[in-house]
């Protein structure tokens, strides 16, 4: 079965700096992958999600994530944080059902 | 458009206690789940379910039921309630699997005292 880990488990950025968090799954074939983004207090929210097609895919709020399949990465990148990107972040890869990341916490320093 | 509905939003059971977790959705999907949250460690699938009438277990099963009677609800059933079981449940919907992102609910907050 599909895995999925993040390696980030809590990152610390001042505003304006650039961002990349990492994901990985273990195994390639047909893939399609999620980001989904939880702000304090609130529920997951898809972030941006591939299905084929051109590997860097754009989401909402600036963000973009790059999917290799060589390296089995669909890492998350912003290239200017703000203090409201402060959040969890959830790499997904759907199975028969979809398979979380254990998440990573970004907290953005205004 | 109400997307996912949970109820309720936070509650407070002694242990022993037995509760049920209400979750609603409107967009006709067919597969609906349960996690949980806690701190640090992600979501865990509770039970899912494919369909009416159909359900399976998760990651972590025990001290949970459910039941799918309907396309629209999905009710998660705590029946002796432990202090484990403290955590922020999530539903979830989706269309199918595969492919298809899950649309979420605002979360049941629930402390086991």
């Known amino acids: 079965a599909q895995s999925v880990s993040q390696h980030n488990h809590h990152v610390i950025l001042s505003e304006a700096a650039s961002l990349e968090l990492g994901c990985n799954y273990s195994y390639g074939g047909t893939v399609n992958l999620f980001w989904y983004v939880q702000y304090p207090g609130q529920h997951l929210q898809l972030l941006l999600k591939y299905f084929s097609g051109d590997p860097l895919v754009k989401g909402i709020k600036g963000f973009e994530a790059e999917f290799i399949k060589s390296k089995f990465s669909f890492n998350l990148r912003k290239p200017s944080v703000q203090w409201s990107d402060t959040a969890e972040y959830f790499c997904?890869?759907?199975?028969?059902?979809?398979?979380f990341g254990k998440g990573t916490r970004l907290h953005i320093l205004p | 458009n109400a997307g996912v509905t949970q109820t309720p939003k936070f509650r407070i059971l002694k242990i022993g206690q037995s509760m049920t977790l209400q979750c609603a959705q409107d967009m006709n999907h067919n597969y609906m789940y349960w996690y949980r949250q806690d701190p640090g460690m992600g979501l865990k699938l509770i039970y899912y379910?494919?369909?009416?009438?159909?359900?399976d277990k998760g990651e972590v099963p025990n001290g949970y039921n459910v039941s799918r009677s309907t396309t629209e609800d999905f009710p998660l059933r705590l029946e002796l309630a432990a202090p484990s079981q403290t955590s922020v449940y999530f539903c979830?919907?989706?269309?199918?699997?595969?492919?298809?992102?899950?649309?979420f609910g605002d979360g049941t907050r629930l402390s086991i005292l």
């Open positions: 379910s494919v369909g009416a009438g159909i359900t």
């Open positions: 979830a919907s989706s269309y199918s699997t595969g492919g298809q992102p899950q649309h």
């Open positions: 997904a890869v759907p199975d028969d059902k979809i398979i």
